[in-house]
């Protein structure tokens, strides 16, 4: 019986898949300790020794490396390491997988390939036509267009993708909250909050109810637990205060100021891809670009309840949401998921036959 796993290696969590929906992500600050990762990949994976296995990653970014070629090929020794009897692939993002000797030869193919792996596997769900998949995790928001079941990015590395909107740096999870908004409005003053870690956008969705409380995480600012009470007392810092002078119902509607500030971020995003695509779709075949009808959209990452929102409100006709066609954990693992998948698909011949 051949066993296949799909790991997805980040900057600050470790997620990993099969195949067939099984699916669980893991908090690793790889920035703090590299050296551990080669234990953490072990610990997150099954069973003990896959036949095969397919890595995508973002990881290379975290500034424990003296450059990003260097963490590529850390992280192929490390995933080597982990699993030694496994036979091991690495997804590029010229769409098709290298063997971990051959991937260290290519690093801006392999670095940041993430999104494209999960846009190559989730495509399929609009094999015709343009399509827009949105994925929102923790700390960023892919919007990758598509075309004919394929990524049809303008940018390939995430320098090009930021310059484009296609990476829009915020998600649910980690993303500061003096990034999101530089000042409040407060009793009819306009406030500007601290330029300092006391509070993140986990704290604004866990008030919002879109996070569920869970005393026993701790992954948050200040290392204290994912509970409202605490979130409210992390926000009012972003004021230099407390949560018993502002109250509850004011450090509610500033979250909510800050929710909104994110919704129109990645709205404001979504709709200048659209319009690229538009644009393109309408030099392509010659008609105006008020007769080509919206691409169908694609849903997934741990926040894909809220992307739903927002692409809806950019009047997007969503196809397909992953957190509710498959579940939250294969959402969530998205790009564990599809490199899962994919190479279950492309590599399984490669095996020796008892394998298989």
Not at 141 to 161: A, F, K, V, Y
Not at 284 to 313: F, K
Request: glycine share 8%.
């Amino acid at each position: 019986m051949m066993n296949v796993l799909g790991l997805d290696i980040g900057g600050a969590n470790l997620k990993a898949a099969d195949p067939d929906g099984r699916a669980c992500s893991m908090p690793f600050p790889l920035w703090q300790q590299p050296e551990q990762l080669t234990d953490a990949l072990r610990q997150i994976a099954w069973p003990d020794r896959p036949n095969l296995v397919g890595v995508t990653m973002t990881g290379e970014l975290a500034d424990c490396f003296p450059s990003r070629p260097d963490g590529v090929r850390f992280l192929i020794d490390c995933v080597t390491q982990a699993f030694p009897h496994s036979e091991t692939r690495f997804w590029m993002t010229s769409g098709e997988f290298a063997h971990a000797e051959d991937a260290g030869d290519f690093p801006e193919l392999v670095a940041a390939a993430n999104w494209h792996v999960l846009a190559t596997w989730m495509g399929r769900a609009v094999p015709r036509g343009t399509g827009l998949l949105v994925d929102l995790g923790s700390t960023t928001c892919d919007i990758i267009p598509l075309r004919d079941g394929l990524p049809d990015s303008e940018g390939r590395t995430d320098l090009e993708r930021l310059r484009s909107r296609e990476l829009v740096y915020t998600g649910i999870g980690r993303t500061p909250l003096c990034a999101v908004l530089p000042a409040v409005e407060l009793n009819g003053h306009t406030v500007p909050v601290a330029a300092e870690l006391f509070a993140t956008m986990r704290d604004v969705w866990l008030l919002a109810g879109m996070i569920p409380e869970d005393p026993s995480d701790t992954e948050t600012a200040d290392g204290r637990p994912t509970t409202r009470q605490a979130a409210e007392q992390r926000i009012a810092r972003m004021l230099c205060t407390d949560a018993v002078v502002l109250g509850t119902d004011t450090i509610r509607q500033l979250a909510d100021q800050f929710a909104a500030a994110q919704r129109s971020r990645i709205g404001q995003a979504i709709r200048q891809v659209m319009g690229r695509m538009a644009e393109r779709a309408s030099e392509d075949r010659m008609i105006d670009p008020g007769q080509e009808e919206g691409p169908e959209a694609l849903i997934s990452g741990s926040g894909a309840a809220m992307a739903e929102q927002i692409v809806s409100a950019c009047g997007l006709k969503i196809r397909l949401n992953l957190q509710q066609a498959a579940s939250p954990d294969v959402a969530t693992a998205a790009c564990a998921f599809a490199a899962a998948r994919l190479v279950q698909e492309r590599c399984r011949d490669e095996l020796p036959e008892q394998a298989r």
